[in-house]
């Protein structure tokens, strides 16, 4: 079906990483062709699905700002990681220094949020992945591998109440469970390496992941995909547990096959509860 | 000053690892002379001390029960780690089976909890270390090492209202916090994990450390030393919060040496807020 003329037209901003592609193959086979801004070295890759490709080699807001309203576009979708010194640098246009000037707190959080803000000044909708892209977000229930055990449950379940407590702080976002004791939590280290500290301590267990309060779900939703049930099975893990509505599925078909090969059970729970 | 005499006759156990002879050291210098019974295999380095010395090479509780008793003791103080294969062993005696057949749980913890009962029941005061040995429990106010920066105190501040939320879920005791952002959390890692990870991503921060709301004072406190200040030292940490109250100090004087040499604030806090 083909919604963009319905819906106006779509722009991808494609950072780096594979995620920007995956998004681009499931917008095309939905029968979307956005315009891609291509903050990222290698964007001949994206010639490849049929788009337009605009290369960004230097974030000039005044400049993309100027073509997105020159190109009509009147819906955003944004993927991909964007490097910090890219958007810190000093040569920094007037628009992002007016937006920097602005801010109470100088992170990258509150920068992006900024500069979302003033998108959408211009009459351009920032889209949550949940609105254009429903088959990637984790629903409720099985998604990929064999079904949980009952002993797997009951983690989850411990895991998901520690996990609620957990996601309003402003840190991380999985946890892995053994027995009902938390094993490992993350913080700045990333999924990957503390599935890697639980795989030495108990070797076994269940990865609980979710949306922390501060993630804006439009541009900062959690991932995850076969590397994940790489490092999980490496670990000795045996469940992986996820907000449903709240985490991308990577590439689902691919996600099945590797949960069921390494026999890792998938699953979407509620999201966990704050209190 | 003596005061055994007037308090009733205190039992030392004394487990492997160097707190023991630390707490030996400091209760002999306060004119206590405690009965030792050591279950760790050096037990000679106890000897030293001037104090009798009882050898446990299994626990049987029903023996040992009935040396506490014969020996009128009526204070009883724990220090040091236990192996749990020594405990779950298959030859425990009538006294552990009956205390394990009680338990809902069948954890270290409720164990642990459930034999201090038994012994409380025999009419022996299971003592905590603030009151036997206040000077080795972190009070409010500087410890050791230099005055920290103001900047140190805004992430300690973060990091107590953090650890706050997170001391009563059962799991780790610390956090490293830099620039108002949660870098590492602990869980079973341990604390000198937590600092070498956050050492490899910031870099620099403070370390918060308290008891969670599971642990038992008398038996179960967190404890600072030098080993920790030369962690943080290598991590580039540059202050240590400790909970005022609730975090013991293996040994003042070398802290002190140590925190000056290494330029590292050593700070008593007021306990984590838990909401």
Redesign the interface.
């Known amino acids: 079906m083909r919604t963009s003329s319905k819906k106006g037209k779509l722009a991808l901003v494609a950072g780096e990483g594979d995620l920007p592609l995956v998004i681009l193959k499931n917008l095309v086979a939905s029968g979307e062709t956005p315009v891609v801004y291509a903050i990222r070295p290698d964007w001949q890759d994206i010639e490849a699905y049929g788009v337009s490709v605009i290369p960004v080699k230097e974030i000039n807001l005044v400049k993309i700002f100027g073509s997105l309203v020159f190109r009509r576009i009147k819906r955003l979708l944004l993927a991909g990681y964007v490097s910090k010194t890219v958007i810190y640098d000093d040569s920094a246009d007037s628009e992002i220094k007016g937006i920097v000037a602005g801010l109470d707190d100088r992170n990258d959080h509150a920068l992006l949020g900024a500069v979302i803000d003033r998108v959408e000044k211009l009459g351009i909708s920032v889209l949550g992945y949940d609105s254009i892209l429903p088959d990637m977000i984790a629903p409720e229930g099985r998604i990929a591998g064999p079904e949980p055990s009952s002993s797997d449950l009951v983690d989850v379940d411990y895991g998901r109440a520690?996990l609620g407590?957990?996601l309003p702080?402003?840190?991380?976002q999985s946890?892995v469970v053994c027995r009902r004791?938390?094993?490992?939590?993350?913080?700045?280290?990333g999924t990957d390496?503390t599935v890697k500290?639980a795989g030495d301590?108990?070797g076994a267990g269940v990865l609980v992941k979710g949306m922390r309060a501060d993630q804006d779900r439009r541009y900062d939703i959690p991932v995850v995909g076969t590397k994940t049930l790489d490092s999980m099975s490496e670990s000795g893990l045996s469940c992986l547990a996820v907000e449903a509505g709240n985490v991308l599925i990577m590439d689902r078909e691919k996600l099945s096959e590797a949960a069921s090969r390494l026999g890792i059970s998938v699953i979407g729970v509620a999201s966990c509860p704050s209190s």
């Open positions: 520690v407590r957990l702080l402003s840190f991380g946890l004791s938390v094993v490992a939590v993350e913080a700045m280290e390496e500290r301590i108990s």
